[in-house]
């Protein structure tokens, strides 16, 4: 599998250690990101796994950069994207490619709070001022909408009222740990079944 992330990489990390743990049963191929100084690279560094820095930026035509992370994936035999704070849309010939095998991780409960823009802790600003009293994660599939594709899983965490953005965030991020890993490891187990655009967990 290829993880995807533009920032820290906490995220990348819980799939790492669950990798180590025995929890996942998956190799992390290469983590891409857009960002030259991610800490999310500096993780995949560590740990000994191949890093990929790729922006659009640095390509005279979007195919060129298309047609360059195609080459990336295919060389390194990707047969699995997880996006981990990714904050660029994957190109369409990239999720058509890898149609049902990729996901992404949301801090909301989506499909609220979502959509282009909403990431990180604009999302729980936005949780707070609304007057939510339950945010949580979401795992979706991807398609060509942001934050669109079928829900895979949901767990719900609790807004207390004298919560800021930031220890939302806190506790937000210790259920995402635990969930991502254990959804991509039904991924692994082949217990994942898209019937009418809706996911069913075998």
């Keep these: 599998m290829a993880v995807f992330a533009s920032g820290t990489g906490t995220d990348l990390q ?10 996942l049963s998956a190799e992390i191929g290469l983590v891409l990101s857009n960002k030259i100084n991610s800490g999310a690279l500096q993780r995949a560094r560590n740990h000994g796994i191949l890093d990929i820095y790729l922006s659009s930026k640095e390509f005279d035509s979007r195919d060129e950069f298309v047609a360059n992370m195609m080459n990336i994936l295919e060389s390194n035999r990707i047969d699995f994207i997880a996006l981990a704070g990714y904050l660029r849309k994957v190109p369409p010939e990239i999720v058509e490619k890898f149609k049902n ?11 609220s709070f979502g959509g282009k823009g909403m990431f ?16 949580g994660v979401t795992i979706h599939l991807v398609d060509n909408d942001y934050d669109r594709g079928p829900i895979i899983a949901q767990r719900c965490v609790p807004v207390l009222d004298d919560d ?3 220890t939302l965030a806190e506790r937000v991020l210790e259920v995402e740990h635990k969930l991502y890993p254990e959804v991509l490891q039904w991924f692994a187990e082949n217990r994942v079944s898209v019937v009418g655009g809706k996911v069913r967990i075998l």
């Design 14 to 23: 819980s799939i790492i250690d669950a990798t180590i743990d025995g929890k």
């Design 164 to 166: 800021t953005p930031e």
């Design 101 to 111: 095998r990729i996901t992404n991780i949301h801090p909301a409960l989506l499909p």
């Design 120 to 135: 990180g802790m604009r999302v729980h600003r936005a949780v707070i001022e609304y007057g939510c009293k339950v945010s």
